[in-house]
C-alpha cells in the first residue's frame, strides 16, 4: 500500500521559513516523479515544486521561484520543500504527490497524494 506522509507545517509570520517533509512507502521511489502541491480555501489545488524520477532537474511555479526548494533523499524515501522568505498568500494545504509517468503540472496527473500539512503564514 502507497502511503504519503507529510509533516513540517503550522503557523509562522511572514518572512520566516519551514521546511516539509514527506515520507514516502510502498512504492518503488525512484521511478517516481515526486511535487508539492498547494491548496487555499475556496481555490483550486496547484503545482508548487517538483523533481523528476532519478533526482533530475526540479520544476517550481513561478510564484516560489528564488523561494523554494524541492530535494529528496532517496536512500530515505523522502522529499522534502524548503520554503524561505514566507509570505501571506503562501498560505494553504500543501500535499506531496507522486507521479508514476512523469513530471506534471496538473494535479490529475498525480498517482498518488499524501493527506496535506496545513502551513499558516501571518502579516
Known amino acids: 500500500q502507497v502511503q504519503l506522509v507529510e509533516s513540517g507545517g503550522g503557523p509562522v509570520q511572514a518572512g520566516d521559513s519551514l521546511r516539509l517533509s514527506c515520507a514516502a512507502s510502498?512504492?518503488?521511489?525512484?521511478?517516481?516523479?515526486m511535487a508539492w502541491f498547494r491548496q487555499a480555501p475556496g481555490k483550486e489545488r496547484e503545482f508548487v515544486a517538483g523533481?523528476?524520477?532519478?533526482?533530475?532537474?526540479?520544476s517550481y511555479a513561478d510564484s516560489v521561484k528564488g523561494r523554494f526548494t524541492i530535494s529528496k533523499d532517496s536512500a530515505k524515501n523522502m522529499v522534502y520543500l524548503q520554503m524561505n522568505s514566507l509570505k501571506p498568500e503562501d498560505t494553504a494545504v500543501y500535499y506531496c504527490?507522486?507521479?508514476?509517468?512523469?513530471?506534471?503540472?496538473?494535479?490529475?496527473?498525480?498517482?498518488?497524494w499524501g493527506q496535506g500539512t496545513q502551513v499558516t503564514v501571518s502579516s
Open positions: 504527490a507522486a507521479d508514476l509517468a512523469r513530471l506534471g503540472a496538473l494535479a490529475s496527473e498525480y498517482d498518488y
Open positions: 510502498g512504492l518503488t521511489f525512484s521511478s517516481y516523479a
Open positions: 523533481i523528476r524520477r532519478g533526482g533530475g532537474p526540479t
